[in-house]
């Protein structure tokens, strides 16, 4: 006789009893509720674990997915692949790690609350802040924000095309998602453009320099900032 492995972490116990739940009751307090209640978590120390009971649930949901999508990315061999084809690989394992759509359904709506929109955005981010990472991007300027601005954006629309979509293996999202990636790249192809004509390039080279003097998070002392600005030497 085998025995079934259970979470050691908490909260992963609470997320595994939730997911039952969530297809009928959403990610609301009931559903809170029931799943410490049959993760046997005392509800005091269920209410510690997530202070703010099912959204805590809903984002540790979205995490988990996260990391599921790097562990496959860490798997895959992707060498012989244009970049381009690898963004979009790494959204679609995104999404086939959230093997619970409905999950998905509902957390969209969850964080589409007003109340919630800014945690909702955060998670958007981090999703392509690690699509980016564990593909290896050396952005440490300006591009490090447009990149994953850029790539949140596509996730998202492909996000609500998913949960639509009812063709056989969810080709009609791949379509789709490919047709998003095509059309950043072309405004990539006229940026490079614009950067190799002479005259626009000088006309450009004032903003140019100003967003030469934002840098990525990782590289200033200070964690808690999303950014900094690196003041003119006099």
């Not at 190799?196 to 200070?222: D, E, F, H, I, Y």
């Amino acid at each position: 006789m085998t025995e079934t492995a259970t979470p050691t972490d908490p909260r992963d116990a609470l997320l595994d009893a939730a997911l039952p739940h969530v297809a009928f009751d959403g990610w609301t307090e009931a559903t809170f509720r029931a799943a410490a209640a049959d993760a046997g978590i005392d509800p005091q120390a269920a209410r510690a674990i997530c202070p703010r009971g099912a959204l805590d649930l809903a984002v540790a949901f979205h995490k988990r997915g996260d990391d599921a999508m790097v562990a496959r990315l860490m798997r895959e061999d992707l060498t012989a692949l244009r970049f381009r084809d690898r963004i979009a690989a790494a959204v679609r394992f995104r999404l086939e790690a959230a093997e619970d759509r409905e999950a998905v359904r509902r957390g969209s709506t969850l964080f589409a609350l007003p109340q919630n929109a800014p945690e909702g955005a955060r998670l958007i981010w981090g999703t392509a802040s690690r699509i980016w990472d564990a593909l290896g991007d050396p952005s440490d300027d300006f591009n490090w924000y447009s990149k994953r601005a850029t790539l949140s954006g596509v996730y998202a629309a492909t996000v609500l095309y998913w949960l639509g979509d009812e063709t056989p293996g969810h080709q009609a999202t791949w379509e789709f998602l490919d047709r998003r990636i095509d059309d950043v790249m072309q405004v990539e192809k006229v940026k490079g453009q614009v950067n190799a004509n002479p005259v626009l390039k000088r006309l450009l080279a004032g903003p140019n320099w100003v967003l030469s003097q934002v840098k990525a998070p990782t590289r200033v002392p200070r964690v808690d900032l999303p950014g900094s600005w690196t003041p003119p030497r006099g």
